[in-house]
C-alpha cells in the first residue's frame, strides 16, 4: 500500500484495492469494492477481464456472509470514501491480516 499512497488514485490504487478485497474480511471487501467503482467512475476506468473476475469473486463471497442489503449498504458505504480513506482501510485491513508486505 506504500506504493498506492505514493502513486495517488491512479490505476495502481484500483488494482490494488481490488485485490486487497480478495484477501480480508467481507464488510472490508464490499467497502473496498465500493470505493473501486468509485474510483473507476471518476476516471471513465474499467477493471480488465482478470481483475474484474477478481472483484466478482471478492463480491460473491461478502455478499454471501453478509447477505443483501448489509452487502449494499457496506459498498454504498466504500463509495463515499476519498481514495485516501480506502487505501488506510485496506492497509488496516491487511494488517489486522498480518501481511508483512504492508
Known amino acids: 500500500m506504500t506504493i498506492v499512497r505514493t502513486l495517488g488514485p491512479a490505476r495502481v490504487t484500483q488494482e490494488a484495492l481490488t485485490v486487497t478485497a480478495a484477501v480480508v474480511a467481507p464488510a472490508v471487501a464490499a467497502g473496498l469494492l465500493g470505493a473501486v ?55 488496516a485491513a491487511l494488517d489486522a491480516e498480518g501481511d508483512p508486505a504492508g
Open 37 to 91: 467503482s468509485t474510483l473507476l467512475a471518476a476516471q471513465s476506468g474499467q477493471l480488465d477481464a482478470a481483475e474484474q473476475q477478481v472483484a466478482d469473486v471478492a463480491a460473491a463471497r461478502a455478499r454471501a456472509v453478509l447477505g443483501a442489503e448489509v452487502y449494499a449498504a457496506t459498498f454504498a458505504a466504500g463509495q463515499a470514501l476519498s481514495w485516501e480513506a480506502a487505501v488506510a482501510q485496506a492497509q
